[in-house]
């Protein structure tokens, strides 16, 4: 994970106010669509997730809109196995499941479709923060009947919640005194 631990260590910091506190936010194109990624990065973590996932056991791989997408989309073209997106919007097929998402940063209603009772699905995820997507999306998962082989993210901030399930991640990455910290 040289790469894509070289290219957290050069990502921008940006101050950024929620509740009236002020805290220090690395921007990087695995969590958030800029700067520019480097291909050469996003190989490395699709090899990283396929190393750390059973992908030999999954059906499906499954990716919460918007950040995992791109993640989904790669590890899915290079295993060929389907990805299906966590959606923001609700569509109304049969069986959709309707979830519940809160993190640290934002709360809606995501839409599970295209997963079956029985299914063995791969959830990958840009970051593990707060866990509000990962534990959302893990419950509509199960309440769709499907079996969670692997979960894995590509970043963790902070101290890791406790989710009831375990979560693979490549790197662990914060900011601290201003600079983006490594792990």
Same mark, same amino acid.
């Not at 106010?17 to 973590?45: C, S």
């Given at each position: 994970?040289?790469?894509?631990?070289?290219?957290?260590?050069?990502?921008?910091?940006?101050?950024?106010?929620?509740?009236?506190?002020?805290?220090?936010?690395?921007?990087?194109?695995?969590?958030?669509?800029?700067?520019?990624?480097?291909?050469?990065?996003?190989?490395?973590?699709?090899?990283?997730?396929?190393?750390?996932?059973?992908?030999?056991?999954?059906?499906?791989?499954?990716?919460?809109?918007?950040?995992?997408?791109?993640?989904?989309? %790669?590890?899915?073209?290079?295993?060929? =196995?389907?990805?299906?997106?966590?959606?923001?919007? &609700?569509? @109304? $097929? !049969?069986? /959709?499941?309707?979830?519940?998402?809160?993190?640290?940063?934002?709360?809606?209603?995501?839409?599970?479709?295209?997963?079956?009772?029985?299914?063995?699905?791969?959830?990958?995820?840009?970051?593990?923060?707060?866990?509000?997507?990962?534990?959302?999306?893990?419950?509509?998962?199960?309440?769709?009947? %499907?079996?969670?082989?692997?979960?894995? =993210?590509?970043?963790?901030?902070?101290?890791?919640? &406790?989710? @009831? $399930? !375990?979560? /693979?991640?490549?790197?662990?990455?914060?900011?601290?005194?201003?600079?983006?910290?490594?792990?």
């Amino acid at each position: 994970m040289e790469r894509l631990k070289r290219s957290l260590l050069e990502a921008p910091i940006v101050r950024k106010e929620k509740d009236g506190e002020v805290y220090e936010y690395f921007v990087h194109p695995i969590t958030d669509g800029v700067p520019p990624l480097d291909p050469a990065v996003m190989r490395e973590v699709v090899v990283g997730v396929v190393r750390c996932a059973d992908v030999e056991r999954v059906d499906k791989i499954v990716a919460p809109e918007a950040m995992g997408v791109h993640i989904g989309t %790669a590890v899915s073209l290079a295993v060929d =196995v389907p990805l299906v997106v966590v959606r923001k919007r &609700e569509y @109304g $097929f !049969d069986g /959709e499941v309707s979830l519940a998402q809160e993190t640290g940063y934002s709360e809606g209603e995501m839409f599970l479709n295209a997963v079956e009772d029985g299914d063995r699905v791969l959830l990958v995820d840009d970051v593990l923060s707060t866990g509000g997507t990962l534990t959302a999306v893990h419950a509509a998962l199960e309440s769709a009947g %499907a079996e969670v082989v692997d979960t894995v =993210v590509v970043i963790e901030k902070g101290e890791p919640p &406790e989710l @009831g $399930f !375990d979560v /693979e991640s490549l790197v662990r990455a914060d900011v601290e005194d201003g600079e983006v910290v490594v792990g």
